[in-house]
C-alpha cells in the first residue's frame, strides 16, 4: 500500500501482506505535513522488507496494530505515539525507528510489545544491546 503527498491517511481495519515489499508506505507534503494513521490492522512484510515507511509528516498514529516486519522507518517525522501493539521483527531490524525533523520530536509507546527475530542468536533472547546487531 503507497500513498504520496498526502495531508492524511487513515488504515483501518485491514491486512497487508507486502511480500517482498514494504507492507504501508506513506508521504507525506510539506516538510513535514499531514498524518497518518493505522488502528487494528495486521501489516506483514517478509525479509528486510519495512512494515512501515512514513516520510515527511507531522505525526504517525499506531494503535492496536499487530505487524511483523524488519521495522516501522519513520524519517522526518515529528511525533509517533505507538499503543496496545504487537511488533515482531525480521531479520536484524527495530521494531520502532524514529528519526524526527528537529531535535524536538517524540515518541510514546503505551502496551507496545516489540520481539526480537528467533532466528538472531542473541535478539530472538533479548540479549542485550551491546552484543546484539539488533537495534
Known amino acids: 500500500m503507497y500513498a ?34 493505522l488502528v487494528n ?3 506483514l512484510a517478509t525479509g528486510f522488507n519495512d512494515w512501515l ?17 524488519y521495522e516501522a522507518y519513520l524519517s ?5 505515539h505507538a499503543t496496545r501493539s504487537r511488533i515482531a521483527v525480521t531479520q536484524s531490524g527495530t521494531g520502532l525507528y524514529l528519526e524526527p525533523f528537529t531535535y524536538s520530536g517524540s515518541l510514546v509507546a503505551d502496551s507496545v510489545t516489540v ?15 551491546s552484543t546484539c546487531r539488533c537495534r
Not at 503527498?5 to 507525506?28: E, I, K, W
Not at 515507511?53 to 516486519?69: C, I, W
Open 53 to 69: 515507511d512514513a516520510y515527511s509528516l507531522d505525526s504517525v498514529v499506531v494503535d492496536s496494530v499487530t505487524a511483523s516486519g
Open 76 to 80: 522526518n517525522v515529528t511525533s509517533l
Open 115 to 129: 520481539t526480537g527475530d528467533p532466528a538472531c542468536a542473541q535478539c530472538g533472547t533479548a540479549s542485550t544491546p
Open 41 to 43: 490492522d495486521s501489516l
Open 4 to 37: 504520496s503527498a498526502v495531508r492524511s491517511a487513515l488504515v483501518s481495519h485491514s491486512a497487508v501482506v507486502g511480500s517482498g515489499y514494504t507492507a504501508v508506505a506513506v508521504y507525506g507534503v510539506g516538510n513535514p505535513g499531514g498524518y497518518a494513521r
